[in-house]
């Protein structure tokens, strides 16, 4: 057990950092400045040098685990230990029941505190590929994200002034290049009727289409030659005209951007040993596979209860005499517990045995979402057990001859 507990509270200009002794005394705070700082981990072992004879071995609490200032204290053997954000919020909130002013001093003793008074796991510095994974996987998620938001913006747009063209491509919908070339040339309602045949067929041609392109233009040029329905001012039409001109080059900028860190994430994800052993589940594909493997790294860190826990896939059971509650867990890595619940989803399609267990729970009178989570923490205990042992993904070893 350690005699002196630090805590370090960071914002963009500086770390506050503050140490208490095993009995809960403060000894002592010092602020550390981040800009022009060429060396802030040196200054911050001289300030728990001055407070105990074993510095290097005190543990440091700290919200962010992604500081570029964490991954050098565990490059210099310190002990660091990650605190939930939720979690520290509830505590303050618990410990100041009155509403006192937030600062960033009290906040660095409140780490320290926690530290002193609970059982934390301290963070594991991940090897280079696994951090180099993450970095594009998280990359690749937020542009997957933005794509989604400026489609939805194009939907939007487009229903205001030129309905014909949203329902135009069915299932594969106005992502699908195909449907970005035509939209470039049958912008608004007006431009689309004058539009000839052959014109519409070399927007097909431009957007990657090389079989039955005269079907598909015949069919495009009778479609918007039919849907004369409602117009709005030929002024307004031309400004929404515009709008969607500009919404439509995001688009494509946001899918070649998605597009660019799959194939980036995918490259650097199969040179991982992992590689064989996590594509093999039903479900999970290059991009969710790196998204996993990102967040779990060394799978050695982990009890099957830890990996559930930490992925947030396995309720929190609140008891007290005869009540029994379960409740989702808040404070998870979000970004795990999203992929697990895709991948979940998406077996559900690959693997008859996923599906057996979804319906057994969904009869039971589960909720969608709490039988999905179900199949998620199936799931991760077979990645479990197939990470530690080398072992490729078995379906009659998942979930039985009947998905029990």
């Excluded at 002794?21 to 602020?31: E, F, P, S, V």
């Excluded at 001289?46 to 105990?52: E, K, N, T, V």
């Excluded at 594909?285 to 009890?303: C, V």
């Amino acid at each position: 057990m350690a005699t002196v507990y630090a805590g370090i509270d960071w914002s963009d200009g500086w770390l506050d950092c503050a140490v208490v002794h095993r009995d809960g005394t403060r000894l002592g705070h010092c602020r550390i400045t981040r800009a022009g700082n060429t060396d802030p981990v040196g200054e911050y072992l001289a300030f728990l040098q001055r407070h105990s004879r074993l510095w290097r071995g005190v543990p440091t609490a700290i919200e962010d685990p992604s500081l570029l200032i964490v991954e050098d204290m565990l490059a210099r053997g310190m002990t660091v230990v990650h605190v939930d954000a939720t979690l520290a919020a509830r505590t303050r909130k618990a410990q100041s029941p009155g509403g006192e002013r937030k600062n960033d001093v009290e906040d660095a003793y409140l780490l320290a505190g926690m530290l002193r008074g609970g059982a934390f796991r301290p963070l594991a510095l991940a090897s280079p590929e696994v951090r180099a994974i993450r970095v594009l996987a998280h990359a690749q998620a937020a542009a997957v994200a933005t794509r989604s938001r400026t489609l939805n913006r194009l939907r939007t747009v487009l229903t205001a002034y030129h309905p014909a063209a949203v329902t135009a491509w069915g299932k594969r919908g106005l992502r699908h290049r195909e449907a970005r070339a035509v939209l470039a040339v049958a912008s608004s309602p007006g431009a689309a009727a004058a539009l000839s045949r052959a014109q519409f067929a070399a927007a097909l041609r431009a957007g990657g289409r090389w079989r039955t392109v005269v079907d598909e233009a015949e069919r495009l040029c009778l479609l918007f030659l039919r849907s004369r329905g409602l117009r709005v001012h030929p002024v307004v039409e031309a400004a929404r005209e515009v709008e969607m001109l500009s919404v439509l080059d995001e688009l494509t900028q946001a899918c070649v951007r998605a597009d660019g860190l799959a194939e980036r994430v995918s490259v650097l994800f199969g040179r991982h040993p992992y590689y064989p052993v996590l594509v093999s589940f039903p479900g999970v594909g290059d991009t969710m596979g790196a998204r996993i493997l990102g967040e779990i790294g060394d799978i050695g860190r982990f009890t099957v209860r830890g990996l559930c826990a930490y992925a947030g896939v396995t309720p929190v059971t609140w008891s007290s005499g005869t009540m029994r509650r379960d409740s989702l867990r808040r404070a998870v890595n979000g970004h795990l517990r999203r992929a697990l619940t895709q991948a979940a989803m998406t077996s559900l399609l690959h693997s008859p045995g996923a599906a057996a267990y979804y319906r057994a729970r969904r009869e039971r009178g589960c909720a969608h979402f709490t039988s999905l989570r179900a199949v998620g923490a199936r799931m991760a205990r077979c990645l479990h057990h197939c990470l530690t042992h080398g072992e490729a993904y078995d379906e009659e070893a998942a979930w039985g001859p009947a998905g029990r």
